[in-house]
Nanobody, 120 residues
C-alpha cells in the first residue's frame, strides 16, 4: 500500500512562503486523486487543494492565487507551494490520496501531517 510522508512545514512570517512536499512510497499513479487538508487548533479539518488523475486542480477559495499544487509523477511526489502566507493559514497540513466520488473528493490515505505556523 502507498504511504505518504509530508515535509517542508515550519515557522514563517506573514507574507512569506513555504513549500510542502508529499513523497509517496509507491507509485502515485495508483491514486485516482490527491489532496491537501489542513486543520487549525479548534477548527474543523479543511480541504485546501486537490488534483485528479487528469491533472485538474481545485483550490478552496481562501488560498486561490496564493497556493499552487503540483505533482511530479516521476518522483512520486506532490507539492504545495504556499505564498503570501497569512496567520490564518496556520495549521497542520495533511497530504492525502483518494478519489472523486460523485464530484466530491474522498481521502482514503493520509500522511502524518506537517505543522505550518505563520506569525503576524
Amino acid at each position: 500500500q502507498v504511504q505518504l510522508v509530508e515535509s517542508g512545514g515550519g515557522l514563517v512570517e506573514a507574507g512569506g512562503s513555504l513549500r510542502l512536499s508529499c513523497a509517496a512510497s509507491g507509485s502515485i499513479f495508483s491514486l485516482n486523486a490527491m489532496g491537501w487538508y489542513r486543520q487549525a487548533p479548534g477548527k474543523q479539518r479543511e480541504l485546501v487543494a486537490t488534483i485528479n488523475s487528469r491533472g485538474r486542480i481545485m483550490y478552496v477559495d481562501s488560498v486561490k492565487g496564493r497556493f499552487t499544487l503540483s505533482r511530479d509523477n516521476a518522483k512520486n511526489t506532490v507539492y504545495l507551494e504556499m505564498n503570501s502566507l497569512k496567520p490564518e493559514d496556520t495549521a497542520v497540513y495533511y497530504c492525502t490520496g483518494g478519489s472523486y466520488l460523485g464530484g466530491y473528493y474522498a481521502a482514503s490515505l493520509w500522511g502524518q501531517g506537517t505543522q505550518v505556523t505563520v506569525s503576524s
